[in-house]
C-alpha cells in the first residue's frame, strides 16, 4: 500500500511539473474599499496566472477580463484576456515592454494585482 502511494504522488507530481509552462505569477486580491461597502465575507478565489517570454496564461475565469500594466503608477499598457483553444486565456505582450510591472486584473469588481518582469 505504501508502495502504491508513493508511486502514484511520484506520478503526479511528474505531471504537474510537465504542465507547468513558464513562471507562476503571485496574484492577491487588492483591498479598495473606497466606495463605502464592507469587504465580501465569503472567500475569493484568486485567478492563476503564468509568464513564458512575454505570452501571459490565465485559468478560464479571466476570459474577458481586462489586464493593465503599471509602472511608476502609470498604466503603460492595457488588453483583454481572449480565449485559446484549450480553456485558458492568454495575452501576448508587445517585445517593447521591458522591466518590472504590476500586473492588475480586473475581474468584476475585484482588482486582482502581481508582480512581473519582462
Same mark, same amino acid.
Given at each position: 500500500?505504501?508502495?502504491?502511494?508513493?508511486? +502514484?504522488?511520484?506520478? #503526479? =507530481?511528474?505531471?504537474?511539473?510537465?504542465?507547468?509552462?513558464?513562471?507562476? =505569477?503571485?496574484?492577491?486580491?487588492?483591498?479598495?474599499?473606497?466606495?463605502?461597502?464592507?469587504?465580501?465575507?465569503?472567500?475569493?478565489? =484568486?485567478?492563476?496566472?503564468?509568464?513564458?517570454?512575454?505570452?501571459?496564461?490565465?485559468?478560464?475565469? #479571466?476570459? &474577458? #477580463?481586462? +489586464?493593465?500594466?503599471?509602472?511608476?503608477?502609470?498604466?503603460?499598457?492595457?488588453?483583454?484576456?481572449?480565449?485559446?483553444?484549450?480553456?485558458? &486565456?492568454?495575452?501576448?505582450?508587445?517585445?517593447?515592454?521591458? &522591466?518590472?510591472?504590476?500586473?492588475?486584473?480586473?475581474?468584476?469588481?475585484?482588482?486582482?494585482? &502581481?508582480? =512581473?518582469?519582462?
Amino acid at each position: 500500500m505504501k508502495k502504491l502511494f508513493i508511486a +502514484i504522488l511520484f506520478a #503526479c =507530481i511528474g505531471y504537474s511539473s510537465a504542465n507547468a509552462d513558464g513562471k507562476v =505569477i503571485v496574484i492577491t486580491a487588492k483591498e479598495s474599499n473606497q466606495d463605502g461597502h464592507q469587504p465580501p465575507r465569503s472567500p475569493i478565489r =484568486i485567478p492563476s496566472v503564468y509568464i513564458d517570454g512575454n505570452i501571459l496564461t490565465f485559468d478560464a475565469s #479571466c476570459i &474577458g #477580463c481586462t +489586464i493593465s500594466l503599471v509602472q511608476d503608477d502609470e498604466v503603460i499598457y492595457t488588453a483583454t484576456v481572449v480565449e485559446t483553444d484549450d480553456w485558458e &486565456g492568454e495575452v501576448v505582450l508587445p517585445e517593447y515592454l521591458t &522591466g518590472v510591472f504590476e500586473l492588475q486584473l480586473q475581474i468584476g469588481a475585484i482588482t486582482f494585482v &502581481g508582480e =512581473i518582469e519582462l
